[in-house]
C-alpha cells in the first residue's frame, strides 16, 4: 500500500470514535434525511457492495431496503464501531479490505456504494480505482456516490492545490493532532467526463451541502 493510503486509513482510525460528529450539524439535518431516502430508494433490493464504510452510518440506512450488504473498510478502528451498530438480521457483514484492492472481496453484487470517498481518491488514481470497483460488481451493477459540496463558510476551507490539480484541508482532531487530508470536490461536467468511459444512465442531483452521483456499469 502507498504511504498516501496508509496516512489517509492512519487518519480515519485516529478519527473513529468522533467521526460521526459530522453528522450532527443542524443544518444538514434537512438534506441528510433528503438524501438518505434517496440513497435507500436507489438501492433498494440490491446486494450491495459497500467500500470505504466507516462507521456504518450509511450501510445502516441502506441495509433497511437493500437485499444484502457486504461493507468494507481499511481501518479496523473504523470497522469496530461499524460492528456496535444493529442491522436487521443475515443482511449485513463487515470486512476489512482496501478499496483499491478489492479482489479480496468475495460476493455477487448487484449495487456499489461509497459515501465520502471519491473525493479522497487523487484524480490520477480514480480510473484504476473505477476499473478495480466496477471489476468487483455485476455487468451491468448500479453505483452510487455520495460526497460533499463545497460550501463556503460551512466546509473546511481548501489549503492547497497540488500539480496534478487534487485539493487539500488540515483537519484538527480531539487529541490535538493535526492532519492534512486530501479532498476533492468535483462539479458535475467533471463527473460526467470522468465516467463516459466506464458508465451509462448517469444521474447527478445537487443537495445543499451533498452531490450523489448515481449510474449502472457500462457492460463491456
Ligand atoms: C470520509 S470516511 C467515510 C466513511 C463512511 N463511508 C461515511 O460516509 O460515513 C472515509 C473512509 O475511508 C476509509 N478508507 C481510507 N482509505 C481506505 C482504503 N484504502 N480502503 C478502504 N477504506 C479506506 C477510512 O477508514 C474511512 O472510514
Keep these: 500500500m502507498s504511504a498516501p493510503h496508509e496516512t489517509l486509513i492512519d487518519y480515519y482510525s485516529r478519527r473513529a470514535a468522533e467521526y460521526e460528529a459530522i453528522y ?3 443544518e444538514r439535518r434537512a438534506d441528510l434525511a433528503a438524501l438518505k431516502a434517496y440513497v435507500q430508494t436507489v438501492m433498494s433490493g440490491h446486494d450491495v457492495l459497500e467500500i470505504a464504510c466507516g462507521t456504518g452510518y450509511w ?25 456496535q451498530k444493529s442491522f ?12 483499491y484492492a478489492l479482489d479480496t472481496v468475495e460476493g455477487t453484487f448487484t449495487a456499489g456504494c461509497a459515501a465520502f470517498w471519491w473525493s479522497h481518491v487523487a484524480l490520477h488514481e480514480l480510473p484504476a480505482f473505477l476499473k478495480g470497483f466496477h471489476a468487483a460488481l455485476e455487468p451491468g451493477a448500479q453505483v452510487c456516490f455520495i460526497d460533499n459540496l463545497y460550501v463556503k ?19 484538527h482532531l480531539n487529541d490535538g493532532s493535526q492532519h492534512e487530508v486530501l479532498k476533492n470536490f468535483p462539479d458535475e461536467a467533471t463527473m460526467r467526463q470522468l465516467l463516459a468511459p466506464f458508465a451509462n444512465d448517469i444521474i447527478w442531483r445537487d443537495f445543499t451541502y451533498y452531490w450523489c452521483c448515481t449510474y449502472t456499469v457500462a457492460q463491456k
Aim: net charge negative; hydrophobic share 40%.
Design 24 to 26: 450532527d450539524k443542524p
Design 59 to 83: 450501510t445502516e440506512v441502506m441495509a433497511a431496503t437493500c437485499r444484502s450488504i457486504c461493507a468494507v473498510d481499511a481501518s479496523l478502528a473504523m470497522l469496530g464501531m461499524a460492528l
Design 88 to 99: 436487521p438480521a443475515n443482511r449485513v457483514q463487515f470486512q476489512a479490505a482496501d478499496a
Design 153 to 171: 463558510g460551512s466546509s473546511t476551507p481548501l489549503v492547497r492545490t497540488d500539480a496534478e490539480g487534487n485539493t487539500y484541508q488540515t483537519r
